[in-house]
Nanobody, 119 residues
Framework: QVQLVESGGGLVQAGGSLRLSCTVS????????MSWYRQAPGKQRELVAG???????NYADSVKGRFTISRDNAKNTVYLQMNSLKPEDTAVYYC?????????????WGQGTQVSVSS
């Protein structure tokens, strides 16, 4: 049974920082992509940032230069350091793990953690 447990959300003023963590328990394929998505009220879920097992990263244009994704493969944990937060960053943030195993595509989601940024 694979579980993703997120932590680190909260309420912060604009310009502040938060660090999200997501730890994966259970057995997953070593070569995977760990990502953070977010969903604001009334909007579709969107990719924030992703990182491969080898450390390659990608970011949404809206967070480039402000957010940093990293991972600790030994701990099966992915982090999202969020700096210079803006009110438009307010959303539920979800952790995701994706990998391809033979012809199957497998992904798992966390339960989400609320990030609220006040102006």
């Amino acid at each position: 049974q694979v579980q993703l447990v997120e932590s680190g959300g909260g309420l912060v003023q604009a310009g502040g920082s938060l660090r999200l963590s997501c730890t994966v328990s259970g057995s997953i394929f070593r070569d995977n992509v760990m990502s953070w998505y977010r969903q604001a009220p009334g909007k579709q879920r969107e990719l924030v940032a992703g990182i491969t097992s080898g450390g390659s990263t990608n970011y949404a244009d809206s967070v480039k230069g402000r957010f940093t994704i990293s991972r600790d493969n030994a701990k099966n944990t992915v982090y999202l350091q969020m700096n210079s937060l803006k009110p438009e960053d307010t959303a539920v943030y979800y952790c995701n793990v994706w990998y391809s195993y033979y012809s199957d595509e497998i992904d798992y989601w966390g339960q989400g953690t609320q990030v609220s940024v006040s102006s």
